[in-house]
C-alpha cells in the first residue's frame, strides 16, 4: 500500500481538494495510506460542500483567496503576475517586513517570540533568493506574496500575523521608495564618478586651445579644460535635481494599509524610522496612490541623458575624420565587420542613442498615471519596469562614459592647425577698438570681409590694411589678436580665460577630493 510522509504544518505543503480551495491538514510523522487519505479528503469537500477535485493539479490558495470559488484561469494569471520583474525588490520586501514585524510586536499586535521567529525566516529566505536557492512561483503573483507565502511554509502560523495593519497597496510603495532611494544613491556615485573622470581629463590638457562653436560653427576660442568643465557642472546640476528627489522619495507610505490606514494601535513612527525614512506620509489615500517620486525619478533621469546624448554627439563628431580631434583608444571603440580600416567610437554613439529609452521610459510613466483615479490601481503595477530600465541604462550611460573619458586623447597638432581658420579672435578685437559696440562689430565685420578676399587671418593683416579700414587701429592691436593672445584677454567670472579656468579647476578639485597627481 503506497503511503505519504506528511506535516504538522498546515502551509508546508497544503492539499487542495475542491474548487474552494479547502485546505487539508497533515498531521506531522504519521504514513497515511492512499485509502485513509482519500477518506480524510473526501470529508474536507463534504465539509466544503463542494465537488471532489479534477485530475489536473490544483493550484496554491491565494493568499486573498478566501472570497473567491473559482482559482483565475492560467491566462489570467500569466497576465497579471509581476513576480517576473518585481522580484527586484525582494531586499526592500524584507527589510520593511522587519520593521513592521518589530513595531507589531512593540504595539503588543504580535508576541515577541513570534516577531523573533517571523525576522529569522525573513533573514533566512534573504539568504536563499541571494544565493539563487529561492524558487520564484507566478502563482504568487508577486514578491510580497512569495515571500510571504515562503514564510508561512518556513515558520507556519506567526507568519500569517505579518500582513496586520498592511495591506499591499502601502507594502509595494513603501518597498519601491526604499528601491528609488537606492537608486538615487547609485546614480549619484556615478555621476561623481563621470565628474572625477572629466576633471582629470582637464588637467591632462592644461593650456590646450580648441575652436568654440555656436550654430555648430566656429565662433571663439576656449581652453578645452573650460569645455570639459561645462559638463561637470551640468552633472553638478543632475545630482542637486537627485538630491533634491531623495528627499521627496523619503517618506514612509508603510502604515497607510488598503488606502484608509487601520484602526489598530500602530506606531507609524516607529517604521520610519527604522527604515530611514524622514516621516510617515501625512494622507493615507496619498500614501498609497502617489508616484510623482517615480516621475521626478524619471524626469531627472531623462536631463541626465540629454547631457550624456550632446557628450556623446560631440565626441563622436570630434573622433571623426573631418575634425579628428580626438582618438578613442582601442580599448574603448570597436572595428567594421566589412571595412578593416574603421574605427568607431560605438560607446558614446550608444550613449546618445540610449538617451532615448529613458525619454521613453518617462514618457510611459507619464501616461500611465494620467486620469488614474485615487486610491490604489492595478495599473500602476506597470510602474516598475519603466523606472527598473531607465535606471539601468543610466548607470551603464554614466559608466562608460566615464570610462571612455578614461581613454581618450586630443589631437594637439591637428587642433592647432584647424584653429586659424574662422577668425575666432574677430570678437576680442571688437572689444579692443573700445568704442560703441555696433560700430565696432560693423568695423571688425568689415576686416573679416578683408580677410576673407585675401585668404588670410587677422593678425596677418598689416596696420596700413587695418587703418584703412578705420583710423582707430593702433600697433597694439596685434596683442589682441591670435587664439592665444584672445584667450589672454578673457577676464569676466565663468569665462574661458587662463586665470578663470584655473579657479574653476580648484574649486572642482576640491569639491571631487581628486589628487593633483598623475
Avoid at 565662433?219 to 570639459?228: D, G, S
Avoid at 587703418?467 to 593672445?485: A, R, T
Wanted: proline share 4%.
Amino acid at each position: 500500500m503506497e503511503s505519504l510522509l506528511v506535516s504538522s504544518s498546515l502551509t508546508t505543503s497544503p492539499i487542495f481538494c475542491s474548487s474552494k480551495h479547502a485546505l487539508i491538514p497533515k498531521p506531522q510523522n504519521l504514513f497515511f495510506s492512499t485509502a485513509r487519505l482519500a477518506l480524510f479528503t473526501c470529508a474536507a469537500q463534504q465539509m466544503n460542500n463542494s465537488p471532489p477535485p479534477s485530475t489536473a493539479a490544483a493550484k496554491e490558495v491565494k493568499l486573498w483567496g478566501g472570497r473567491f470559488e473559482e482559482s483565475v484561469t492560467d491566462a489570467v494569471e500569466k497576465f497579471t503576475e509581476s513576480i517576473s520583474f518585481d522580484k527586484a525588490l525582494y531586499k526592500q520586501d524584507i527589510m520593511g517586513s522587519k520593521a513592521h514585524a518589530s513595531m507589531l510586536a512593540k504595539q503588543g499586535l504580535m508576541s515577541d517570540s513570534d516577531r523573533d521567529t517571523i525576522i529569522k525566516g525573513l533573514e533566512e529566505i534573504e539568504r536563499q533568493i541571494e544565493a539563487g536557492q529561492f524558487v520564484w512561483r507566478t502563482d504568487r503573483e508577486d514578491v510580497h506574496m512569495n515571500i510571504e507565502a515562503a514564510l508561512t511554509d518556513l515558520v507556519g502560523e506567526p507568519a500569517k500575523k505579518l500582513h496586520t495593519a498592511r495591506s499591499r497597496n502601502d507594502q509595494v510603495a513603501t518597498d519601491f521608495r526604499l528601491w528609488c532611494r537606492d537608486a538615487i544613491d547609485t546614480i549619484i556615485s556615478h555621476i561623481k564618478n563621470l565628474q572625477i573622470a572629466m576633471v582629470k581629463l582637464a588637467l591632462q590638457n592644461e593650456g590646450l586651445i580648441v575652436p568654440g562653436y555656436t550654430h555648430l560653427q566656429r565662433a571663439q576660442p576656449v581652453l578645452l579644460q573650460h569645455l570639459l568643465l561645462a559638463y561637470v557642472e551640468q552633472l553638478e546640476r543632475d545630482a542637486g535635481r537627485l538630491l533634491d528627489c531623495r528627499a521627496r522619495v523619503n517618506f514612509c507610505p508603510l502604515g497607510a494599509c488598503a488606502l484608509a490606514g487601520t484602526g489598530l494601535p500602530i506606531d507609524r513612527f516607529m517604521t520610519s524610522e527604522a527604515l530611514g525614512f524622514t516621516a510617515p506620509m501625512r494622507n493615507s489615500i496619498d500614501a498609497v496612490s502617489d508616484r510623482d517620486f517615480v516621475l521626478e525619478l524619471l524626469s531627472t533621469n531623462s536631463i541626465t541623458a540629454v547631457h550624456l546624448s550632446r557628450l556623446g554627439e560631440e565626441w563622436v563628431l570630434w573622433a571623426s575624420e573631418e575634425f579628428g580631434f580626438l582618438t578613442p583608444s582601442d580599448s574603448v571603440s570597436t572595428g567594421s565587420s566589412i571595412m578593416p580600416q574603421k574605427k568607431n567610437p560605438d560607446p558614446m554613439e550608444l550613449v546618445r542613442g540610449k538617451s532615448a529609452r529613458v525619454i521613453g521610459d518617462l514618457v510611459s510613466l507619464l501616461v500611465l498615471c494620467k486620469g488614474l483615479p485615487h486610491a490604489y490601481n492595478r495599473d500602476l503595477q506597470e510602474d516598475k519596469e519603466p523606472v527598473f530600465d531607465s535606471v539601468k541604462a543610466i548607470v551603464g550611460m554614466l559608466e562608460v562614459s566615464a570610462e571612455f573619458a578614461q581613454n581618450v586623447s586630443f589631437n594637439r597638432e591637428r587642433i592647432q592647425k584647424a584653429l586659424p581658420a574662422g577668425h575666432l579672435d574677430a570678437t576680442t578685437l571688437a572689444d579692443y577698438l573700445g568704442i560703441p559696440f555696433r560700430t565696432s562689430h560693423d568695423i571688425v565685420g568689415r576686416s573679416v570681409a578683408l580677410c576673407v578676399a585675401r585668404k588670410c587671418e587677422l593678425q596677418d593683416l598689416s596696420l596700413d590694411e587695418l587703418n584703412s579700414l578705420h583710423p582707430i587701429f593702433d600697433k597694439d592691436v596685434y596683442e589682441f589678436l591670435g587664439v592665444e593672445n584672445s584667450i589672454k584677454k578673457f577676464s569676466s567670472y565663468g569665462s574661458t580665460g587662463s586665470e578663470c579656468v584655473a579657479g574653476q579647476l580648484d574649486y572642482w578639485i576640491d569639491r571631487l577630493s581628486i589628487s593633483r597627481e598623475r
